[in-house]
């Protein structure tokens, strides 16, 4: 009963359209009065929400990866794939420049919508004018973009992180990512190959030798964020939070004096709107806290732990449950969200079940990032289609094979642990 009074409130909530922070801190309130607790405790665990070091991880990405996208990376780095595909003058070669782009960017972004809007404005018209279908187009953006969910430096690792109280390392997360987020750009590409010999796209144009040196070295600059991010990282230089500081210095540095396409009057609607993304995201996670206090007073992970084994005690079998559950919740609900509330209650099912943790990090955010190409609340979606404008109904014909790309590199993450494990073991990250 406790359980049922907490989640029906929270589903209240939502029904009546309040924000998903008030609903969660609503729902948070009520569990506690049910089970009698005194409401400070619920006082104390939203401010203890937000207390934590690692916080300082999010506003940094968050503005190092706003200040990249707008700054005119978007558009070299489409240049710079341009003439790597080039080189091959394969048939569809446009639409690997896409696929190679938005990894370039997702590496330095963190943000899928981010990725979206950017590399969907140059892409998209740049697409159509030679030749392929529009809707097509959008829908490669769109579900390329989740790869930014998958690669260091995703703001969405970090709230898993946090949603986990802080026992999985940030480093490990990033670490993890990676090939999960090379392996879903790799598998579109082979599709965008199949279709572009089915289709006759054009071929990829060779680039002038001249032309190919000038734009590599404009890339450079920004793909040095890379650099900075990773390897600070790995090579034990700087911790995550300090890389994030020294990537937005760096991005502000390329951005307004090397790059020089961003206007110093702009400036202040960018912070304006990367507080906003701050604000938003950190009121979700002190909210969240204190809904994981009372799921735990009520003993929530352990009697859905029980609940999952009554129905089976294969780990396999489990796995496919949990999938399907979080690509329902994903369509339903948005990606912060659904990582905060998700977490706390499946992360100690998995741990029964002897799924690592930081496997199982990339098998929700890549449930999650499916949820996000698909309506009610797809918000990569949604932005896709604002940006190739088209509708949300040309779109969702034509995406099947789209997400039939991604539900294959799923299934290899959640079944392949290896995929997600092998780099943080090697680099001695994991744990």
Same mark, same amino acid.
């Given at each position: 009963?406790?359980?049922?009074?907490?989640?029906?409130?929270?589903?209240? !909530?939502?029904?009546?359209?309040?924000?998903?922070? =008030?609903?969660?801190?609503?729902?948070?309130?009520?569990?506690?009065?049910?089970?009698?607790? /005194?409401?400070?405790?619920?006082?104390?665990?939203?401010?203890?929400? &937000?207390?934590?070091?690692?916080?300082?991880?999010?506003?940094?990405?968050?503005?190092?990866?706003?200040?990249?996208?707008?700054?005119?990376?978007?558009?070299?780095?489409?240049?710079?794939?341009?003439?790597?595909?080039?080189?091959?003058?394969?048939?569809?070669?446009?639409?690997?420049?896409?696929?190679?782009?938005?990894?370039?960017?997702?590496?330095?972004?963190?943000?899928?919508?981010?990725?979206?809007?950017?590399?969907?404005?140059?892409?998209? /018209?740049?697409?159509?004018?030679?030749?392929?279908? $529009?809707?097509?187009?959008?829908?490669?953006?769109?579900?390329?973009?989740?790869?930014?969910?998958?690669?260091?430096?995703?703001?969405?690792?970090?709230? =898993?992180?946090?949603?986990?109280?802080?026992?999985?390392?940030?480093?490990?997360?990033?670490?993890?990512?990676?090939?999960?987020?090379?392996?879903?750009?790799?598998?579109?590409?082979?599709? !965008?190959?199949? &279709?572009?010999?089915? *289709?006759?796209?054009?071929?990829?144009? %060779?680039?002038?030798?001249?032309?190919?040196?000038?734009?590599?070295?404009?890339?450079?600059?920004?793909?040095?964020?890379?650099?900075?991010?990773?390897?600070?990282?790995?090579?034990?230089?700087?911790?995550?939070? *300090?890389?994030?500081?020294?990537?937005?210095?760096?991005?502000?540095?390329?951005?307004?004096?090397?790059? $020089?396409?961003?206007?110093?009057?702009?400036?202040?609607?960018?912070?304006?709107?990367?507080?906003?993304?701050?604000?938003?995201?950190?009121?979700?996670?002190?909210?969240?806290?204190?809904?994981?206090?009372?799921?735990?007073?009520?003993?929530?992970?352990?009697?859905?732990?029980?609940?999952?084994?009554?129905?089976?005690?294969?780990? =396999?079998?489990?796995?496919?449950?949990?999938?399907?559950?979080?690509?329902?919740?994903?369509?339903?609900?948005?990606?912060?969200?659904?990582?905060?509330?998700?977490?706390?209650?499946?992360?100690?099912?998995?741990?029964?079940?002897?799924?690592?943790?930081?496997?199982?990090?990339?098998?929700?955010?890549?449930?999650?990032?499916?949820?996000?190409?698909?309506? /009610?609340?797809?918000?990569?979606?949604? &932005?896709?289609?604002?940006?190739?404008?088209?509708?949300?109904?040309?779109?969702? $014909?034509?995406?099947?094979?789209?997400?039939?790309?991604?539900?294959?590199?799923?299934?290899?993450? %959640? =079944?392949? /642990? *290896?995929?997600?494990?092998?780099?943080? $073991?090697?680099?001695? &990250?994991?744990?």
């Amino acid at each position: 009963m406790d359980i049922l009074i907490l989640l029906a409130t929270m589903l209240l !909530c939502f029904l009546i359209g309040m924000p998903i922070a =008030y609903s969660l801190a609503m729902a948070a309130i009520v569990g506690a009065l049910w089970i009698g607790i /005194p409401l400070e405790a619920v006082m104390l665990k939203i401010s203890d929400g &937000v207390s934590k070091v690692a916080m300082l991880t999010i506003p940094f990405f968050v503005l190092a990866g706003a200040i990249m996208a707008e700054g005119g990376m978007a558009r070299r780095l489409v240049a710079f794939a341009d003439v790597l595909v080039g080189l091959t003058r394969l048939r569809g070669g446009l639409s690997i420049v896409n696929v190679l782009a938005t990894t370039f960017l997702s590496g330095i972004s963190g943000s899928a919508v981010a990725d979206t809007s950017a590399i969907g404005s140059v892409m998209i /018209p740049q697409m159509e004018k030679n030749g392929y279908p $529009r809707v097509f187009a959008t829908n490669l953006t769109i579900t390329s973009s989740v790869q930014a969910l998958l690669v260091p430096p995703s703001h969405n690792a970090v709230l =898993y992180s946090l949603a986990t109280g802080g026992t999985i390392s940030i480093s490990a997360l990033f670490m993890a990512g990676v090939f999960p987020g090379l392996l879903l750009g790799f598998s579109l590409i082979i599709l !965008c190959l199949a &279709v572009a010999y089915r *289709e006759k796209h054009p071929h990829g144009q %060779t680039v002038p030798t001249k032309d190919a040196i000038r734009i590599a070295i404009d890339a450079a600059w920004g793909l040095i964020t890379l650099v900075i991010i990773l390897g600070g990282i790995l090579g034990g230089i700087f911790t995550a939070i *300090e890389a994030g500081a020294i990537a937005c210095i760096w991005a502000f540095f390329v951005t307004m004096f090397i790059y $020089r396409d961003y206007r110093w009057r702009d400036l202040p609607v960018l912070l304006h709107r990367t507080l906003r993304t701050v604000a938003m995201v950190m009121t979700l996670i002190a909210c969240a806290s204190s809904v994981g206090y009372i799921m735990a007073l009520t003993q929530m992970p352990a009697k859905m732990t029980a609940f999952f084994l009554s129905i089976s005690d294969n780990k =396999y079998v489990i796995l496919l449950l949990i999938n399907v559950l979080l690509l329902m919740l994903g369509t339903l609900v948005d990606m912060a969200p659904s990582i905060l509330i998700a977490t706390p209650i499946l992360l100690p099912v998995m741990k029964n079940f002897g799924v690592d943790p930081v496997h199982f990090g990339m098998i929700m955010l890549l449930n999650l990032g499916i949820g996000l190409c698909h309506p /009610p609340v797809g918000a990569i979606l949604f &932005v896709g289609c604002a940006v190739g404008k088209v509708t949300i109904e040309q779109v969702m $014909r034509k995406i099947w094979p789209f997400y039939t790309v991604m539900f294959f590199v799923l299934m290899c993450v %959640t =079944y392949l /642990p *290896e995929i997600s494990l092998w780099l943080p $073991r090697q680099l001695q &990250v994991l744990h």
